[in-house]
């Protein structure tokens, strides 16, 4: 599992249709991160 010091994560839109929240949760599971940063639209 890779650590990087910070992950920045943009205009996610978890309220909509098309949303990839399984695909979004296995990215984030696979990295070590110091910081997870949410930018733009998470709705």
Do not use: K, W
């Amino acid at each position: 599992m890779p650590t990087v010091r910070s992950i920045f994560l943009s205009d996610i839109h978890l309220g909509t249709r098309a949303c990839q929240a399984d695909r979004l949760l296995e990215f984030l599971r696979s990295y070590v991160a110091e910081n997870v940063f949410l930018i733009g639209d998470i709705v």
